[in-house]
């Protein structure tokens, strides 16, 4: 049985982003493969969440992103799990360990690390060391697919880097290398990958972190909230609707927008609008379609409870514990630790 492992680190509200890119993708997958035969781990990062800030309180945020998943359209079943990294020490402890096969130089050249340490003096070690705890949260579960975005590519090459090594000193398979890049894109269904681009600035991705309000649309926002920022979306002087992410990445982002939030086929909804040449009609369209998508999202994110949620961690953490600890008394076996 093949397992499937994503994260989502709890840090601050998301984006229709998110909502749109990974979370409603990642509940249609989950629907399909754990009941044919995988499993499918869903973990809240929370220790990798706290090498940054946290915005709000991070129980309510752990809370909030697992309804967020069953609000996208996620159904649990007996090969769905949900469990929060902290606890399972077993993600601590197997990081320590693939810390001592690791090598400073591989972890210097992460490019996350150089952008995240650019013009500082100092950096604290978690950031350093992020992707060998990554590396622990896959392989503690002979995990094979492990959708993640383009920005964690090189990570996880580093962990299969990781296991290789491991399994080559001891001479025997203790540690599952997951699928390459490619392997993964195709089996994950995201060979056009989704990234909606910022309102204001559509040559940059939306993100959190931008201050501009108007620039993303939150999860939290009001669909007429919703609507007022669709309208004010940055487009182009070329007075022709055109999917071109590079000369009108603008328009190219409402189109996608609309064709994600309405579940409609991209080339169906290029066709409908190509060489329109009244830019606000477009922008009317998308607005009520996002505001449309927001209203019924939210409607579910209501009337899942608290209990709910922490009964699936309940059932979650059980299960990931058996097996981290299983992987993990390997692992040290395989050092002389037991």
């Known amino acids: ?23 409603t993708h990642m509940a249609k997958l989950s629907n399909k ?28 945020n752990t809370l909030r992103n697992v309804k967020y998943y069953l609000a996208a359209g996620l159904q649990p079943n007996e090969h769905v799990h949900f469990y929060r990294q902290s606890r399972v020490p077993a993600h601590s402890e197997l990081c320590w360990i693939l810390n001592c096969i690791a090598t400073m130089g591989e972890l210097s050249r ?10 500082k003096t100092t950096v604290n070690v978690g950031i350093f060391d ?36 491991f399994n080559h000193r001891f001479g025997k398979d203790i540690l599952t290398v997951p699928a390459q890049t490619k392997e993964q894109v195709q089996f ?40 007022k920022k669709i309208m004010s ?32 086929p991209l080339d169906d909804v290029i066709a409908k609008w190509n060489g329109e040449t009244r830019y606000g009609e477009l922008k009317k369209k998308v607005a009520e379609s996002v505001a449309v998508m927001l209203d019924n999202f939210q409607k579910k ?3 899942i409870t608290d209990e709910e949620v922490n009964s699936l961690f309940e059932r979650g953490e059980v299960y990931a514990n ?17």
């Open 110 to 119: 992460m490019t996350q690390f150089k952008e995240k340490g650019k013009g």
């Open 188 to 227: 994950m269904e995201i060979s056009n990958g989704v990234r909606i681009r910022d309102l204001l600035n559509p040559e940059k991705k939306m993100s959190k972190s931008t201050p501009a309000e108007n620039s993303k649309i939150m999860l939290s926002d009001t669909p007429e909230l919703a609507r």
């Open 233 to 264: 979306a940055t487009t182009d002087s070329f007075a022709k609707v055109r999917y071109d992410m590079f000369n009108q990445p603008g328009i190219s982002n409402l189109l996608q927008i609309e064709a994600l939030a309405t579940n409609t």
């Open 130 to 165: 992020y992707p060998v705890l990554m590396a622990a949260d896959i392989l503690l579960y002979d995990a094979y697919y492990v959708p993640v975005g383009e920005d964690q590519f090189q990570h996880l090459e580093l962990t299969r880097d990781l296991a290789t090594r």
């Open 322 to 338: 058996q097996v981290a600890n299983r992987k993990l008394e390997e692992v040290q076996e395989a050092f002389g630790l037991r």
């Open 301 to 303: 994110l209501a009337n």
């Open 33 to 60: 493969y754990s009941t044919d035969g995988y499993e499918v781990n869903f973990f809240i990062p929370d220790l990798h969440s706290i090498i940054s800030e946290v915005e709000g309180d991070m129980a309510a």
């Open 1 to 23: 049985m093949k397992t499937i492992l994503t994260g989502l680190r709890v840090n601050s509200d998301l984006h229709i982003g998110h909502y749109l890119g990974v979370l």
